[in-house]
């Protein structure tokens, strides 16, 4: 079993479609992240979650509906969404040890997401 | 805002060519990740640097925390070293995780 796991790994989907991404991971870290990866553009952050809690939002549009219902799975709800989210969605996990973050991140081989 | 710049953004070789990659940051940070990925979308980390230099097999990355820049080197490139390769930070006011545009390297047979 692969340490983060994604489904599905590729996904088509119509504006008017509602739609999830799943993430798994294994590696019993704490906290759990989306990211955005768009063409010529750096990773791009959307939500975080530590110990189950969102404890970020990177002003992300409604569209998109993150759900941690424990530690170790997260979700991303998808609905009417447009043709420019078309990107690969990351997902990856992270434990924080006593000495803070050094921001070592285990990732996901991502969802290859086209909305047409 | 702390910017992560990377160069070159493209880079092809020929099998066997040493390769550097270059980071640079604007902003205090606490370490300097180098990553990769492949073109499947799955990244792996290389590197984590808060000074100095590391080595792992033909990879090798070096940080200059006064000069705000990192450089990842491959010796004897492979064609299997096709990637694009990320330069991330942390650090600055809001101890985020920042990340470069990427480097994609292609190295022919």
């Known amino acids: 079993e692969t340490g983060v796991t994604q489904t599905p790994r590729h996904l088509v989907m119509g504006m008017t479609n509602k739609k999830s991404l799943k993430c798994e991971q294994h590696?019993?870290?704490?906290?759990m992240y989306w990211y955005k990866q768009s063409a010529k553009k750096p990773l791009e952050l959307m939500f975080v979650?530590?110990?189950?809690?969102?404890?970020e939002n990177n002003s992300v549009p409604s569209r998109f509906s993150p759900e941690c219902p424990n530690s170790s799975h997260l979700f991303l709800h998808l609905h009417t969404l447009q043709p420019e989210d078309s990107a690969l969605y990351l997902c990856?996990?992270?434990?924080?040890?006593?000495?803070?973050?050094?921001?070592?991140?285990?990732f996901g081989e991502g969802s290859r997401l086209t909305v047409l | 805002k702390n910017e992560v710049e990377q160069s070159p953004q493209n880079l092809t070789a020929q099998e066997g060519e040493f390769i550097t990659i270059n980071c640079s940051y604007s902003?205090?940070?606490?370490?300097l990740h180098w990553l990769q990925q492949h073109p499947g979308g799955g990244i792996v980390s290389l590197f984590m640097?808060?000074?100095g230099k590391k080595k792992h097999g033909r990879l090798i990355a070096t940080i200059n925390i006064q000069e705000k820049h990192s450089s990842l080197h491959i010796t004897a490139s492979h064609p299997r070293d096709s990637a694009v390769y990320i330069c991330?930070?942390?650090?600055?006011?809001?101890?985020?995780?920042?990340f470069g545009k990427g480097t994609l390297l292609t190295v022919n047979p």
């Open positions: 902003v205090g940070i606490s370490a």
């Open positions: 990856a996990s992270s434990q924080d040890p006593a000495g803070g973050w050094t921001g070592e991140l285990f």
């Open positions: 590696l019993g870290h704490n906290a």
């Open positions: 640097l808060s000074s």
């Open positions: 991330a930070v942390l650090g600055g006011s809001n101890y985020k995780l920042t």
């Open positions: 979650y530590n110990f189950k809690e969102q404890t």
